[in-house]
DNA sequence: ATAATTAAGTTTATTTTATAAACAAGTTTA
DNA sequence: TAAACTTGTTTATAAAATAAACTTAATTAT
């Protein structure tokens, strides 16, 4: 009846993250940060989670001398989110079969 | 942007349980526990946390001589999940404005 | 009739996760 | 040159999800 969710795509940071980036080339660190509302902290955790799993790469290097972090997400990071995306639709589905009791 | 995801909701046996629960009049604990594949313990925790929250509401009974729960969904239960699915879309939206980089 | 099994849950304990606070390393400005 | 800012990372804490163990009673087998 239910698909999995990947846990990993199913908490609302990582799924900002990857809905910002599923529509981008890329994005910088400061970026996502506004977008989200995230405190840095959070954020740079969750980007760790989803480089590691393979669903975004980081990029870092400097701008006026300051570090520069660019995430993109992968061709696996587009897939999973369309699948997690898909899953998703059997639970908010609100036309369901009749009654139980 | 992003519209708050009620971390009640967010999480894939409650919702499973609130998904089941928004079609039908009321469904027994053995059924929520058949259709969702949980094991007792678990959803028997989550029960307890959507009653506690007033997203639905518990009657215990006997039947067979058997205990028997049944939930069923309140108006406001039915409220927050709305109000969750539609907060969803903006997580789930795939046409993005372009490109950042 | 009593021991084992099943039914229907609940409670507790453990593991995972999310989040914030503290830290780091360097840059700019007063 | 000291204070404040930028851009993050690491660590510690709080919250959540989950499973394992327990409970209570009923049924079935011996």
Tied chains: 1, 2.
Aim: glycine content about 4%.
């Amino acid at each position: 009846m239910f698909k999995e969710l990947d846990p990993l795509l199913h908490s609302q940071l990582r799924l900002q993250v990857m809905s910002l980036l599923v529509g981008v080339e890329s994005a910088e660190f400061t970026y996502l940060l506004e977008e989200t509302g995230a405190t840095r902290g959070n954020l740079s955790v969750q980007i760790t989670k989803l480089k590691d799993a393979g669903y975004i790469n980081v990029n870092k290097s400097f701008r006026n001398n300051y570090p520069l972090t660019t995430c993109k997400i992968t061709p696996k990071g587009v897939e999973v989110f369309e699948k997690y995306v898909e899953a998703l639709q059997d639970y908010l589905n609100m036309d369901k079969k009749s009654s139980t009791q």
